[in-house]
């Protein structure tokens, strides 16, 4: 259980933080998708003023040290877990900046918790301030599906210089994922950071560049807006 307090006889509850977020209010989750095994759904706890915490109240029966390392393995569980922590954090951030959590953020008491949070307020306030009005984009660069193996060599070039083009002037960051092992049609992935306000823009200049680039054997994939995992994770 990373960044978790040595474990005391207690409620047999855990306290898991998705994140962190700046607003005057407490954001309202609304009808929120709770973690899997979990009674309720995510709830937002105050920090400090101004800031909140958005949790999730999990039974150590799944999220405990040894029951959690054998639930991980699951697959499909960790990734239902995954859709939640994503989404109750993009509803939080209609309220204000958002600072995402590492997956499985979990402490043994809601005071413990606060507690830790509070001690790093200072480097949270920071990437509040850097991620403040701005969401995350997915941009995906990839092959045409009929597009031989054979013909893709040397045809790469061109096309990463020009969604780079696209993106640099939009994007206030980029950060380029790996690329997937084997020869799959993906080569270029790309999380793009851009200003909340400038994002129809920016959807429409990639798609545009869609329908350019399909005439070569290529595709650009969008997805987005998300919360900014890519460029605000902390080991918090």
């Not at 599906?145 to 990463?160: F, S, V």
């Not at 129809?200 to 200049?205: I, N, T, Y």
Request: hydrophobic share 40%; net charge positive.
């Amino acid at each position: 259980m990373r960044n978790a307090p040595p474990r005391k006889d207690g409620p047999a509850a855990l306290v898991y933080v998705h994140g962190v977020v700046r607003a005057a209010a407490a954001p309202r989750l609304g009808r929120t998708p709770g973690m899997p095994g979990a009674t309720g759904g995510p709830r937002m706890v105050p920090v400090a003023a101004g800031y909140w915490m958005v949790v999730s109240d999990v039974p150590d029966t799944l999220y405990g040290d040894e029951p959690l390392r054998r639930q991980i393995e699951d697959l499909v569980w960790r990734e239902r877990c995954a859709d939640v922590h994503r989404d109750a954090l993009g509803r939080a951030m209609r309220g204000g900046p958002v600072v995402p959590l590492r997956l499985f953020t979990i402490f043994t008491s809601e005071a413990g918790a606060v507690s830790h949070v509070q001690a790093t307020l200072p480097t949270l306030t920071a990437r509040l301030d850097h991620l403040e009005g701005r969401v995350e984009y997915g941009v995906q660069l990839s092959h045409a599906p009929l597009m031989p193996l054979a013909g893709r060599q040397g045809r790469e070039t061109a096309p990463r210089a020009q969604v780079l083009a696209l993106i640099g002037p939009r994007a206030v960051d980029v950060r380029e994922r790996p690329r997937p092992a084997g020869p799959g049609r993906v080569w270029l992935d790309l999380a793009v950071l851009v200003p909340a306000i400038e994002g129809p823009a920016f959807v429409r200049a990639v798609r545009t560049a869609d329908r350019d680039l399909r005439a070569g054997g290529h595709e650009l994939a969008l997805t987005g807006p998300w919360p900014p995992f890519s460029f605000a994770t902390t080991e918090t």
